[in-house]
């Protein structure tokens, strides 16, 4: 590609050592350049892109876009502004802006990204629809997967796979999209034909600098939408429900408590912890010539939890503005297995095993609320205490475990620092262990707490009796309880064949 033509798509503010030449292609890491390539610096939070440049050019760069020109360097150099927002605009050029050619759903919240995602692309494929699915777990590009290394990929990747999926002619995209995505500019040049925020609550606060930041940042995939496109709004979130004035966007909104919306979850049974529901249509809404008049159709999901209803509403809406049936996105539900440690029943007989990952308050209270439908005898909680979250984080979640503890009998909290299961970037602080402790003993929850994993699992399930309910709950630190849950329980079983033998 032309370069000229090329930096059309950026504003340059100044230029130096200017020349006509052609560009094979566009990178930002030194050790990826090849010849003819354009060498965006970019900064980073850790390093500085503009330092490499002589890495690049000695692997090919022969021109450069920054944002302070350098001293000693014979190739062309471009000055803007922003180089990230040059990056993602750079991208969009040279692939020739993939994301027009496929309908893309953004997907944003604090909780259920994945699962929301996953749901929405199972009901999109199970249309008959080629799709493209990008996020924490996996990039999906048709027939092909790729781990992923970011929620959401650095822009100018990002660009690269949107380009692979329209050659796979993939007509439909559902993407993460994470704060820091959108902070960075990741998908400045995305877009989107959907875009959903389901909830927002404290997360990520120490990367953003206050939590009106992240929700500035969580936000703005909503609020800059184009008209053209729709948003999905849950009016139960306080924070998605602020929205609905605030974008061009057309909005869709629904509710489990709320009925205020187009949409609603009515006769909600959640006593086997795995939801059916009927979705109830108040208000009509038309797209793309389909009209959907106020109506009714039931849902049942094989996947557990309160936040799986949630998630589920959202998927069920972004099928309807899809033109899905409502029989494929039924069947879909139905089926849908679900994503790895989001409310997931790992042991289902005498007594009942679920693994959560409890990130954050808003997790941990949705959680909790789902236990609150459910049918059990008695609960046990292992949790493992968040490590390098800082005291605040830490704090907030003990006290949103202690908001629940009277109305789910939680007078006992089994906690691990998990210090063998976690490395040196999840340890558990002494000041973090004290702040959990310390909120627990004013809430009068006695703490049983111990140094290692599977010591805390296996206290728990020798305390379970039948009909009991055991939650691994946790982040980093309960990454490895499900399997050593079943391990131990494995062993137990050996043992009770040995005796009866």
Not at 42 to 71: F, M, S
């Amino acid at each position: 590609m032309q370069l000229e033509k090329l930096l059309h798509s950026i504003e340059v503010e100044q230029v130096y050592n200017d020349r006509e030449m052609n560009i094979s292609g566009v990178s930002y890491h030194s050790q990826k350049v090849t010849k003819g390539h354009l060498f965006v610096c970019v900064r980073g939070y850790k390093t500085d892109g503009h330092k490499y440049l002589p890495q690049a050019i000695a692997n090919g760069a022969v021109a450069a876009v920054v944002e302070e020109v350098q001293e000693g360097v014979e190739i062309p150099q471009y000055v803007v502004k922003n180089s990230r927002i040059a990056l993602a605009r750079l991208g969009a050029a040279f692939y020739h802006q993939p994301s027009e050619k496929m309908k893309m759903i953004g997907v944003t919240a604090t909780n259920g990204k994945t699962t929301t995602s996953y749901m929405i692309n199972e009901i999109l494929e199970n249309e008959g629809h080629k799709t493209g699915l990008i996020g924490t777990v996996s990039i999906k590009m048709d027939d092909v997967s790729i781990p992923a290394e970011l929620t959401t990929p650095e822009s100018l990747d990002l660009q690269y796979y949107l380009n692979q999926m329209v050659e796979k002619n993939v007509s439909h995209v559902c993407m993460e999209v994470s704060s820091a995505a959108l902070e960075t500019h990741r998908v400045e040049t995305v877009d989107y034909d959907i875009v959903t925020l389901n909830n927002v609550s404290r997360e990520h606060i120490d990367s953003h600098g206050s939590f009106e930041q992240y929700f500035e940042a969580k936000s703005s995939l909503i609020r800059n939408a184009s008209e053209k496109s729709y948003a999905v709004l849950n009016l139960d979130d306080p924070y998605s429900a602020s929205l609905v004035n605030q974008t061009k966007a057309q909005v869709i909104t629904f509710g489990v408590e709320s009925k205020e919306g187009h949409i609603h979850c009515k006769n909600l049974d959640l006593t086997t912890g795995r939801a059916k529901f009927t979705v109830e249509i108040l208000k009509a809404f038309k797209v793309n010539g389909t009209e959907y008049i106020p109506g009714e159709f039931d849902v049942e999901l094989s996947v557990p939890g309160l936040h799986s209803v949630y998630n589920s509403m959202v998927a069920i809406i972004v099928g309807l503005l899809s033109g899905v049936s409502v029989s494929t996105i039924q069947h879909t539900l139905k089926n849908f297995a679900g994503v790895e440690r989001r409310f997931e029943f790992i042991y289902e007989e005498d007594i009942k095993i679920i693994d959560d990952h409890f990130a954050n308050t808003g997790n941990i209270n949705v959680t909790l609320q789902t236990l609150k439908y459910m049918e059990y005898n008695k609960l046990h909680i292992v949790y493992a205490i968040r490590g390098e979250r800082g005291p605040t984080v830490n704090r907030e979640n003990a006290e949103a475990i202690v908001g629940w503890a009277d109305k789910l009998a939680l007078h006992e909290i089994i906690a691990t620092k998990s210090i063998s299961h976690v490395t040196a970037k999840d340890t558990v602080t002494d000041e973090e262990q004290r702040v959990f402790e310390e909120v627990m003993a004013e809430a009068k929850i006695k703490v049983d707490l111990y140094k290692e994993l599977p010591d805390a699992i296996a206290k728990a399930l020798s305390k379970a009796e039948d009909g009991d309910l055991v939650l691994l709950a946790g982040c980093q630190g309960m990454d490895h309880g499900a399997e050593i849950a079943l391990q131990l329980l494995k062993e137990k079983n050996l043992v009770r064949l040995e005796i009866l033998e």
